[in-house]
């Protein structure tokens, strides 16, 4: 059975960090895109960072460029999300995604169609 299942999530004040992590199973990561996305209450989900398959490039959400760092272990078939300088409009639902495709990391980011999803760990950040 595949599975992407998250962990990390939690309450943090503004300016602090979390790490999100995301195991895979049922299949391994080698070959696969990776992403991360999040769901604000209201709002629509929004890609934050991928890694294209093919050559590791990565594309960020601008609002979130310098602050979080995307990367992945495949020797663990787990993918990270680090999130430093953490704001109250960074809060919502991560969720960790993945699809065997040679797109882009910008494609990736763009679009909402995934292979698999995990189904979300919750960030809040407090002011």
């Known amino acids: 059975e595949v599975q992407l299942v998250e962990s990390g999530g939690g309450l943090v004040q503004a300016g602090g960090s979390l790490r999100l992590s995301c195991a895979a199973s049922?299949?391994?990561?080698?070959?696969?895109?990776i992403c991360w996305f999040r769901q604000a209450p209201g709002k629509e989900r929004e890609g934050v960072s991928c890694m294209a398959s093919s050559d590791g490039s990565i594309s960020y959400l601008d609002s979130v460029k310098g602050r979080f760092t995307i990367s992945k272990n495949n020797a663990e078939n787990t993918m990270y999300l680090q999130m430093n300088s953490l704001k109250p409009e960074d809060t919502a639902v991560y969720y960790c995604?993945?699809?065997?495709?040679?797109?882009?990391?910008?494609?990736?980011?763009?679009?909402?169609?995934?292979?698999?999803w995990g189904k979300g760990t919750l960030v809040t950040v407090s002011s």
């Open positions: 049922g299949f391994t990561f080698d070959d696969y895109a």
């Open positions: 995604a993945a699809s065997r495709t040679y797109s882009t990391a910008y494609t990736l980011l763009v679009s909402r169609y995934k292979d698999y």
